[in-house]
């Protein structure tokens, strides 16, 4: 493992970090684009019950970007310190407090999922299809949860690229299972758009398997007993502490997607089939800027153990810049062609109409992404998750329902409301975001004199 990050360059650190990551983030993205290309190759409804689903998923991967984010901090800290036995005890209890959450996250989908999609509007076969999507895609959630931690683990010891091999290997697989799954053959029945589920849960399964072997390997899990997963309340509540508000932060982000596709569903099924392909497009254009998160709270976090905050700063001044240029071509490439990324995605001139509304005014959104993003990262380094969550409670709920309220019915701006209401929502989050962020160096940097 690569352990000098309170020490080694920090461009050629960022780079070192970013680029796997981002790799693998674009191949996690283009594995999504796959299964939501399928799904409009059933029909209008199966697309329209994947992007119903959506919200629903992202609980699942909140709970997991949580625990993930609460571990890399927990564990960069002890690492930071030179402390690697309490890394390694961190490790382990990360493990099996993944685990644990697994579990009660399969139980609560299968029991809410229905509730959830009939309040969206769901019924019928729009209803039957998203819950057998979801309900393939809860019983694999311990190996979502697992591959998450572990992931985390390999972040915080500064190895990014052993993850991206899985994405990378996890797309191509996706490639050959989802059409396998969807239409059948080779002794496989036909299962239709669950099948698409069941080809994420098995890659997810195999994905357990190639990580932990590789923590094996690099030393960290070594001579790992099964009683180490026993869990301990001191490490389980500072896993719950760090990782409680980055989960819930997340879960702003799904009620958020909640209240946006609730507003949208009242203009059809064709809005809500446009909105998720618009968000896949987005996905894609901010592809790069993830790998910058994950490096910067990689970086946060060792450097915060070993007190150098001047480090910290410059991390993230050079993420930021990094970041804006990527933000920038990607709002361009966006601008450029608008119409032919949605028309990839569904042949509805009805459905390509409404996306392209959408992406001609998101695109410009994209910079104010990349520092709410990197500068949330920073603040979960430096142990200050809970600021995460309030500015998703403004940024996903508040503003959006009231600002959405009135720009929709008041004024009478219709779905462009909506589309309107997203950019001054996320502009003003980033705004405060700097604000605080800028406090907050401004103060640690008096506690710890720089270096």
């Not at 050959?176 to 698409?196: E, I, K």
Request: charged residues 10%.
């Amino acid at each position: 493992m690569n352990n000098d990050l309170t020490t080694a360059p920090i461009p050629a650190l960022i780079r070192r970090l970013a680029i796997p990551a981002g790799t693998g983030f674009f191949f996690n993205t283009m594995f999504n684009v796959v299964d939501t290309w399928y799904g409009g190759r059933l029909s209008t409804t199966a697309l329209a019950a994947m992007s119903l689903s959506f919200p629903v998923f992202f609980i699942l991967l909140a709970v997991g970007t949580g625990v993930s984010s609460g571990a890399t901090a927990l564990i960069g800290n002890a690492v930071g310190r030179g402390e690697e036995g309490e890394a390694r005890c961190y490790v382990l209890q990360a493990l099996s407090f993944g685990i644990l959450h697994a579990v009660a996250l399969t139980i609560m989908g299968w029991a809410c999922s229905p509730t959830i999609f009939r309040f969206m509007g769901a019924q019928g076969e729009y209803l039957s299809l998203a819950l057998g999507y979801m309900n393939v895609i809860f019983a694999g959630a311990t190996f979502f949860l697992l591959n998450f931690v572990m992931n985390a683990i390999l972040n915080s010891h500064g190895d990014t690229t052993t993850y991206r091999n899985f994405l990378i290997t996890s797309f191509f697989l996706n490639l050959a299972l989802d059409p396998w799954f969807m239409y059948g053959g080779l002794g496989v029945p036909a299962f239709g758009l669950p099948g698409v589920a069941l080809a994420t849960v098995a890659i997810q399964c195999l994905g357990n398997f190639y990580l932990f072997r590789s923590l094996a390997r690099s030393g960290v899990v070594e001579h790992f007993r099964l009683g180490e997963l026993r869990p301990h309340w001191r490490y389980y509540r500072e896993l719950f502490r760090q990782g409680y508000p980055a989960a819930m932060n997340m879960m702003t982000v799904t009620l958020g997607v909640f209240i946006i596709t609730w507003f949208v569903a009242k203009f059809g099924q064709e809005a809500v089939a446009a909105y998720g392909i618009a968000t896949r497009i987005e996905q894609i254009a901010l592809l790069p800027v993830m790998g910058l998160n994950i490096s910067t709270l990689a970086l946060s976090a060792q450097n915060f153990g070993a007190k150098r905050i001047d480090r910290i700063r410059r991390a993230l001044t050079i993420s930021l810049r990094y970041g804006f240029m990527l933000a920038i071509a990607g709002t361009v490439a966006a601008l450029a062609f608008t119409r032919q990324l949605m028309g990839f995605f569904t042949e509805d001139g009805a459905v390509v109409a409404v996306g392209v509304r959408f992406l001609r005014i998101e695109a410009f959104v994209f910079p104010a992404y990349v520092l709410l993003y990197i500068c949330i990262s920073a603040m979960q380094g430096v142990k200050r998750p809970a600021f995460a969550l309030w500015i998703g409670l403004y940024r996903q709920i508040a503003a959006p329902f009231l600002v959405f309220q009135f720009l929709t019915t008041i004024l009478g701006w219709g779905i462009m409301g909506i589309w309107w209401g997203i950019f001054m929502v996320t502009w003003s989050a980033a705004c405060i975001v700097v604000v605080y962020v800028t406090r907050i160096l401004k103060a640690l940097e008096k506690d710890v004199p720089t270096i």
